[in-house]
């Protein structure tokens, strides 16, 4: 089974920068990055292609950034400007369509 590990989530005030790191024991054609806020449904944040092709959702759009370590197995969301909607439990997971399981997540909280 695909093994999928986030981290470096945390507490930051809202304007702040965190970076996230996913190491996946497989990297698909296209990574994820996605997220799910308290009585929402988890949402797709930004995607990448092992060729570093980006798409991001328009929330986020102008200040995350995505980007991939293919020799590491790590994907990366670089998470700039943060406003307190951010906050929410990130995951990473195979792009498009996710896998039919998650790995822990990454908890962001961001203060106003």
């Known amino acids: 089974q695909v093994q999928l590990v986030e981290s470096g989530g945390g507490l930051v005030q809202a304007g702040g920068s965190l970076r996230l790191s996913c190491t996946a024991s497989?990297?698909?054609?296209?990574m994820g990055w996605y997220r799910q806020a308290p009585g929402n449904q988890r949402e797709s944040v930004a995607t990448?292609?092992?060729?570093?092709?980006?798409n991001y959702a328009d929330s986020v759009k102008g200040r995350f950034i995505i980007s991939i370590n293919i020799a590491k197995n790590t994907v990366y969301l670089q998470m700039n400007s943060l406003k307190p909607e951010d906050t929410a439990v990130y995951y990473c997971?195979?792009?498009?369509?996710?896998?039919?399981?998650w790995g822990q997540g990454t908890q962001v909280t961001v203060s106003s």
């Open positions: 990448i292609t092992r060729t570093g092709s980006t």
């Open positions: 497989t990297i698909f054609g296209i």
């Open positions: 997971n195979r792009g498009g369509v996710a896998l039919g399981f």
